[in-house]
């Protein structure tokens, strides 16, 4: 992978306290001892390489993360409670070149899944580290989650009975706001909702996923290009997949009920700066979107707005609406001043023959 190292764990490697691989060379009982839990380790592995080259692996679970143990540690714990075959997924965690990866968190789990874990340096953002965990998959169907998201139990099953019926398409799955009791994820969560309820009305033609909770055949993802890695930022990368998806032929189609609980309380500064960068991503977006001549968007009438601004009365959200309300009004403000900045500092690259279709809008809409 450019730009990167990419480096399947080894526990020999890592814990053989200076031997050069994992055979038992000392009667010494207590040294002896030390080394079991080694051996053990790598019978777990030989297994589940052994399993996912003869047995078939259906889908391959990619979960890219950085810095988050503890909420790796509870998305494994989910994915180890799912209601589906244990030979017939993996799970691949993706450590985006993080100082201390997670061995001990993915190493907790081998007992109960087929898992293992990539590390990717330097640090290069989400969607590099998703390229690199689909380089490494060995399933027919890659899932991509994030590692603070928690699936229900049915789940893969629900995105399974989805690409039974549509084999070659990408399927996105519902959110929901796993941290309740903070109204920024709260509000976060309300606008998610509104632009699927929008751009996905249809569920057989979809227009758009968030990258957190999305299933789709290897093969595919692969000939695309997998995610775009010229992003700078960890945004808008999951929309430019989508908009290459589809030119590429490929359909959307929703999994409403494949469904994960997304686990991320915020503050407000981190509500303002999450819009913030959103609304710079999406200058990004327009930039991949011009370099590939693809009609920019127009700008959503004001009836969308509206909409999402009263959004959480028609909801039924109760005594949080009014403050949800203005949330939504802070998170399109922080998108426009995100956004508008960020193009004055790179401009969209037009081309002389350029024509006029592929100018008439540099919008911050979705």
């Known amino acids: 992978m450019a730009g990167g190292n990419v480096n ?47 047995v078939g692996i259906r889908f391959s679970i990619v979960v890219p993360t950085f810095r988050r143990n503890h909420s790796l540690r509870e998305c494994l714990g989910a994915l180890a409670r799912l209601d589906y075959a244990r030979t017939a997924f993996e799970v691949i965690v993706v450590d985006d070149g993080s100082l201390d ?25 989400p969607a590099k580290a998703r390229n690199a965990g689909a380089a490494q998959a060995s399933g027919e169907y890659l899932v991509l989650m994030d590692d603070d998201c928690v699936p229900d139990p049915d789940w893969l099953r629900r995105f399974d009975d989805r690409l039974r019926d549509f084999p070659r398409a990408l399927v996105g799955g519902s959110l929901r706001n796993g941290a309740p009791e903070s109204i920024c994820a709260e509000a976060s969560q309300q606008l998610v909702d509104y632009l699927y309820r929008y751009y996905n009305s249809d ?29 700078p930022l960890a945004a808008a990368e999951d929309r430019d ?40 991503g999406a200058h990004h977006l327009h930039q991949a979107r011009s ?21 959480p009365f028609t909801d039924g959200k109760g005594w949080r609406s009014p403050f949800l309300m203005v949330l939504l009004v802070l998170s399109q403000l922080g998108y426009a001043l995100g956004y508008y ?26």
């Open 8 to 54: 399947s764990y080894n526990p020999c490697e890592t814990e053989a306290h200076g031997h050069d691989s994992c055979t038992l060379e000392t009667t010494d009982s207590a040294h002896r001892d030390r080394w079991v839990p080694l051996i053990h380790t790598s019978a777990r592995r030989a297994l589940a390489t052994f399993a996912a080259r003869h």
């Open 101 to 125: 990866p997670p061995t001990d968190e993915v190493r907790g789990f081998e007992d109960l899944l087929i898992v293992r874990l990539v590390v990717v340096t330097p640090n290069a953002g």
């Open 341 to 366: 900045p960020e193009r004055r500092r790179a401009p969209l690259r037009t081309e002389k023959s350029r024509t006029e279709e592929f100018a008439t809008s540099d919008s911050p809409t979705i």
């Open 241 to 280: 997949f989508c908009d290459r998806w589809r030119e590429a032929g490929y359909r959307l189609i929703m999994a409403p009920r494949a469904t994960v609980s997304h686990v991320r309380p915020m503050s407000l500064a981190k509500f303002w700066q999450q819009h913030r960068t959103y609304g710079r």
């Open 203 to 231: 569920h057989d033609n979809a227009r758009w996923f968030m990258s957190a909770n999305i299933a789709c055949p290897r093969a595919e993802f692969l000939s695309i290009g997998g995610f775009g890695t010229d992003f």
């Open 291 to 311: 370099r590939r001549r693809v009609r920019l968007p127009s700008m959503e009438p004001f009836a969308f707005y509206l909409g999402l601004m009263w959004s």
